[in-house]
C-alpha cells in the first residue's frame, strides 16, 4: 500500500512496497532466502481535501536483472518514506538502502523495513533496496525510480513570467519614478513660475513708475546704459498752464480741499497730454508744464499741443458752467504756448528729474504770465506752424520780460473748414492735413534707414529710386486732380514700396507690405488706409496690372525712368543688381528681355505720357548700344 501522508512540515509521499520473500532450509540446514517480483497494489496521493487513487500496476519493482517504469512526484511531496512488507518473515533480516541522486553510496544495513527523505531536491532518482538475514547473502533486490518534479515558480515558464514581471516592475518603477520627478518638476516650475510672475509684477510696477516719471526712451536708455544722455531738439512745443490768483486762493481755501482740486485738475490734463502725443515736463504749485516733439522728434507738436490746450479750456469751461448752476465758483487758468529748440535730460542722482531748459521754455513760461485768464496764448513762432489749423487773433506785439516785444496771438479755435460743426471736433480733412505733416517724420525715418541698411548690392532700389517715385506720385497724382486723402496713400505708398528690399531682396512688395502694416500704425495710419496703401505697392510690380487711377498713378511714377534722358544708365544698374542677386545670365540675354520690357511698356495716365522725355523708339537704340560694365 502506498498513501501520502501531511505532517507538521511538509507532505509526505508513503511508499508501501509487498515484497515476495520465500524462505526454505537448505540440505546444510541453512535457511535459503528466495524473492520473488514485488507488486503495488495501490498508491493513494493525498493534497488538501483532494484524494487521487492508482489501483493496479501503476508502479512496476523489479529484481536486480530487472527495471521499471519511472514515476514523477510533485515538488510539494518531496517528502518520501519507503515501507517494505516482507510477508511477515522479517526475523534476522537486514536492509539496506541507497538513493541515487541523492546519496554517493549505500548506507549502513538496519534491520528495519523503512526509510525515509525529507525534502528532496527537485530532480531524478533512484531509490536502491538491498535485503539479507544477519548480514549474509545481501542482494540487490529492487529498484524504484521516481522523479521530483520541479515546483511551476521553478520552470521555465516561471522564469519567463518572473523575467516580465521585473521588466514590468522596473518599467512601472521607471514610470513612478518619472511621475514623481515630472511631478517635482512641476511644483518647482509652479514655484518659479509664481515667484517670476511676481518679479514680472514688481518690475512692470517698477516700469510703470519709472515711465510716469521719465519718456519711455529714456527709462530704457536709463536701465540699460545707467545714464540717459541729453539731447537737443530743434523744434519743441512747450505749454505753461497756471492758475489764477493761486497764492490768494490758498490763503483762503482748506488745504484738503485745496490739495483735492489740482490733484483733480492736473489728472485731466495728463490724459489729455498723453491723447495728443505731448509728455509731461513737472508741476510746479499750480503750474503744469508739458513739452510736444520730445523724446521722439515730430513735425506735428505745435498743432497737437494747441489741441491739448484747447481741450484744457474746454474742460476749465465746463467746470465753470457747472459752477454756475451749483452757484459755487472755480479757478481760471492761463495757457501759453511757444515753439522752438530745448535740450532735454535727465538731471538728479536719487530722485531722477526729466526736464528741458533753454530760452524756448522761459518764453513759454512768459506766453502764460502776459496771457488772460480761459485763453491760450501763443508765440509768433508758434502761430505760423499752426496757422493752417487755427483761427487766431493777433495781440499785436507785447512787451516780455528779458525779451523785449513779441508777437503774440489767443487762438480761437479750429478752422470752421477743419471743424465737425455737430460734433466741434476735428473733421476728416483736419486729420488728413495732420497725416501730411506726420508724413514728413515717416519719410525722415525710412530714408534714413534705407541709407543705413542699403547695401553695394542695391543698384538701382536705393535711395535715389525712392525720393524718385516719391516725388513723381505726388506730381501725378496733383495733375490728375486726386483728392488730398489719396495724395496721403499715394505719397506713403511711394515712399514705402521698396523698403522690402532691404529685408527680402527675393520677395520685396510682400515684405514691404509686412513692414508697412507694422510701422504706420505708430504714425496712426488707419487700417483701412494701411490695407489701401499695400494694394497700391502691389500695383507697382509689372505682373499686377493696374485697375484704378491710383494703380496707374503709382506705376506710372514707379517706371517713370523709362521715359528719362537718363534711362541708360538706370538701365544698368537694374542689371548690376541683378547680376548680384544671380537673378539674371548674360549681359545680351537680359539686353533681350529688357527691350521686350520697353517695347510693350506703356504709361496709364495721360500726365506721364506728356512728361516722357524721350520716346520708346529711341529709348530702344540706346539700350541696343549699351555695353556690359566692366
Known sequence: ????????????????????????????????????????QLIIFRHGSDMIKYPGRALLFYDTTGQSEQFNIPYEYNSVIFLLDTLGTNRGLLYRFFLEGHEHDWQDAVPYAIKEYSNLSPGYYSFHVGLGRDGKDNRHIAIYKFRILKPFYRTGIAWF???????????????????????????????????????????????????????????????????????????????????????????????????????????HFDSVVEKFNTEKIKTIGDAYMCAGGIPEKNRTNPVEVVMAALEMQQYMADLHEQARKDKTNIWDIRIGIHTGSVIAG????????????????????????????????????????????????????MPVKYKGEIDMYFVKGIRPELLNRETAT?????????????????????????????GDKLKF???????????????????????????????????????GYLSEPENPLQASCDITKSLLQSYKYSEEQIDKICKLIKATSNDYGARNLLEKIIYDANMNYMGRIDFPEISLNIFLELKAFNKVGSFIEWKKGYAEILKTHEFYTETAKLLRDVDKKEQLKKLDSLKEPG
Open 1 to 40: 500500500m502506498n498513501f501520502i501522508k501531511k505532517s507538521n512540515y511538509s507532505y509526505h509521499f508513503f511508499l508501501f512496497l509487498t515484497l515476495g520473500l520465500f524462505i526454505s532450509n537448505n540440505s546444510r540446514g541453512r535457511e535459503n532466502i528466495r524473492f520473488v517480483q514485488p507488486e503495488v
Open 426 to 454: 476735428p473733421n476728416k480733412e483736419f486729420v488728413i492735413n495732420l497725416q501730411m505733416l506726420r508724413l514728413n517724420d515717416l519719410e525722415d525715418n525710412i530714408l534714413e534707414k534705407i541709407d543705413v541698411e542699403a
Open 161 to 267: 513570467l518572473y523575467l516580465v514581471l521585473a521588466i514590468l516592475m522596473f518599467i512601472t518603477f521607471l514610470k513612478i519614478q518619472n511621475f514623481r520627478f515630472a511631478k517635482e518638476k512641476f511644483r518647482l516650475e509652479r514655484i518659479i513660475n509664481e515667484r517670476t510672475d511676481e518679479l514680472v509684477k514688481e518690475k512692470d510696477k517698477s516700469e510703470r513708475l519709472l515711465a510716469n516719471v521719465l519718456p519711455r526712451d529714456t527709462a530704457n536708455e536709463l536701465k540699460t546704459k545707467g545714464k540717459a544722455s541729453k539731447k537737443k531738439y530743434k523744434m519743441v512745443t512747450v505749454l505753461f498752464s497756471d492758475i489764477q490768483g493761486f497764492t490768494k486762493i490758498a490763503e483762503q481755501m482748506n488745504p484738503e480741499k485745496l490739495i483735492d482740486e489740482l490733484d483733480s485738475f492736473f489728472f
Open 346 to 397: 535727465v538731471v538728479g542722482h536719487k530722485k531722477l528729474s526729466y526736464d528741458i531748459w533753454g530760452d524756448t521754455v522761459n518764453t513759454a513760461s512768459r506766453m502764460e504770465s502776459s496771457g488772460e485768464a480761459g485763453k491760450v496764448n501763443i508765440s509768433g513762432s508758434t502761430y505760423q506752424l499752426v496757422k493752417d489749423f487755427f483761427i487766431c487773433d493777433y495781440r499785436g506785439k
Open 461 to 499: 532700389h536705393n535711395r535715389k529710386h525712392t525720393v524718385n517715385v516719391y516725388t513723381q506720385v505726388e506730381l501725378l497724382a496733383r495733375a490728375e486732380k486726386v483728392k488730398e486723402e489719396d495724395i496721403l496713400l499715394l505719397r506713403t505708398a511711394g515712399l514705402m514700396h521698396d523698403i
